[in-house]
Structures are given as structure tokens and as C-alpha cells.
């Protein structure tokens, strides 16, 4: 493991404190590495409203995008999963995806260890942006 990955990992763990889960008591945090190599973290968020709920994943990305940032090299996810290694939610795979599907995700246990896997590998055949720019049949007005 290198020194990065560790410290990565280490910040997701630290983040997974700030965690507000009072319904689930299923905490997560997040690290995410921009290009510039600043960290920006996250964690998850409950509502009593259950669906308003933000993941850790969607937190540190949409703060790093109020940020200014658009690009990354790295998330790491850490819970308090003692026997597997925490994977993204579907919802947040496609919110990672949407920043690129050429960068990595750590799926790490409390015990630091870790499963490093690409975006790509997550969330195989998926949807993009760049998917909205190709070419679409044209639609045919319907006749009143």
C-alpha cells in the first residue's frame, strides 16, 4: 500500500466520525483526491425523511464541485464493516461516474486494508456525459 493510499484511506476513516446516521447507525465516510492532490471528505447524512438522506460519497463530491473541482484521481469509502470491504451505493456509482470513469475508487474495511477498483469496473457499460452528445435518431412529430 503506498503512503497516499494509506493517508486516503486514513482521512475516509476520519470522516466516517462526522457521520449523522441516527436511523441507520450506519456510518460512512469519504476521501476524495482531486488532481491537485487536495483531499476533500465526506460523510453520510440521514433525514428523517429517509430519501433526503445524502450519501458520503455524494457529500464530498458535491463539495468538492462547489469548490471548483471537476476532475479527480481517487475516492476512498470506509465503514464499520468489519468482515467486507463497503462499495458505493447505485446511485452513488453514477454520481461518481459522472466525473469520469477512468479514475479510482478504494473500497477500504476498518482495519485499513482495501479493494481498488476503477470507476469503470464499478459500474460497467455505463452511462456518461459524453453519451448525450452522440448521434439520436430524430423524432417524428406525432399528427394531431
Not at 497516499?4 to 436511523?23: D, G, M, N, R, T
Not at 491537485?36 to 450519501?55: F, H, K
Not at 470513469?101 to 478504494?106: A, L, N, P
Amino acid at each position: 500500500m503506498t503512503d497516499a493510499v494509506k493517508k486516503l484511506i486514513q482521512q475516509s476513516q476520519e470522516a466516517k466520525q462526522a457521520a449523522y446516521c441516527p436511523y441507520s447507525k450506519f456510518r460512512v465516510g469519504a476521501a476524495l483526491l482531486t488532481l491537485d492532490d487536495c483531499v476533500i471528505t465526506g460523510c453520510n447524512v440521514e433525514n428523517a425523511c429517509y430519501n433526503l438522506g445524502i450519501c458520503a460519497e455524494r457529500n464530498a463530491i458535491s463539495k468538492a464541485v462547489s469548490q471548483g473541482y471537476r476532475s479527480f484521481k481517487a475516492i476512498a469509502i470506509a465503514s464499520d464493516l468489519e468482515e467486507q470491504f463497503i462499495s458505493p451505493c447505485g446511485g452513488c456509482r453514477q454520481f461518481i461516474r459522472e466525473f469520469g470513469s477512468k479514475w479510482d475508487v478504494y473500497l477500504s474495511k476498518p482495519d485499513g486494508s482495501y479493494l481498488k477498483m476503477s470507476v469503470d469496473e464499478l459500474l460497467p457499460v455505463s452511462f456518461g456525459p459524453e453519451d448525450l452528445s452522440m448521434k439520436k435518431v430524430l423524432a417524428i412529430p406525432h399528427e394531431a
